[in-house]
C-alpha cells in the first residue's frame, strides 16, 4: 500500500492540469509567427504579420451575427482581421471550407470545451478583441463561423470571397 502522503502531490499535479485542459481558463496563446512553420490549407495560410496588406474590423454579438458578413478580398492578399466581441457571451472567429467548418461545429458539440488554439481562429471574450493574421492563397468562396456550441446553427456564418 502507498502512503497517501506520496499520492497526494501527484494527484494535485494530475488535477491541476486537467483543470486547465478544460474549464473556462483562458483560450490558450497562439504562438509567434514563424514562416518555417506555416502549413498551407485549402483556405490560404497563417500570415506574416509584416506583410499585412489590409485591416478588416469584423464585430460579433450575440444577435449571433458577424458584421460584416462578406468579405471580398484578392489572392495573395494577407489581411489582419481584428475581431471584436461587443456581446455577452465568449464568441469566435474560425476561417475554413464550409466543409471543414461544418465539420467543426459538429466536433464542438461533443466536446463544447475543447481547446484549440489555431492560426484560423480567434477566440474573443465579451468586450474583448482578437485578431487573425491570414493570406489567401487560394481563389475561392471560404467562410468563417462562430463554432461556440449552437452559434455555428444559429446562422453565426460569414463569407469570405476570394478572387
Ligand atoms: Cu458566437
Known amino acids: 500500500m502507498i502512503p497517501h ?15 486547465q485542459a478544460h474549464g473556462n481558463d483562458p483560450p490558450a496563446r497562439k504562438p509567434a509567427f514563424d514562416g518555417a512553420k506555416v502549413e498551407p ?27 460584416p458578413a462578406l468579405v471580398t478580398l484578392r489572392r495573395g492578399q494577407t489581411v489582419r482581421f481584428v475581431v471584436h466581441n461587443a456581446g455577452q457571451l465568449m464568441h469566435e472567429m474560425v476561417l475554413g471550407t464550409p466543409e471543414a467548418l461544418q465539420a467543426h461545429a459538429e466536433l464542438m458539440k461533443k466536446f463544447p470545451n475543447m481547446e484549440h488554439a489555431d492560426p484560423n481562429m480567434a477566440h474573443v471574450k465579451p468586450g474583448a478583441r482578437g485578431e487573425i493574421v491570414w ?9 468563417f463561423a462562430c463554432l461556440q456550441p449552437g452559434h455555428f446553427e444559429a446562422g453565426m456564418v460569414g463569407t469570405v470571397v476570394v478572387k
Do not use: N
Not at 506520496?6 to 486537467?18: D, E, G, R, T, W
Open 5 to 19: 502522503h506520496a499520492i497526494a502531490p501527484v494527484m494535485l499535479a494530475l488535477a491541476a492540469s486537467l483543470a
Open 135 to 143: 493570406q489567401f492563397t487560394e481563389a475561392g468562396t471560404f467562410q
Open 41 to 67: 490549407t485549402a483556405f490560404g495560410r497563417e500570415g506574416d504579420p509584416r506583410k499585412v496588406a489590409r485591416t478588416i474590423r469584423v464585430d460579433m454579438a450575440d444577435t449571433m451575427r458577424f458584421a
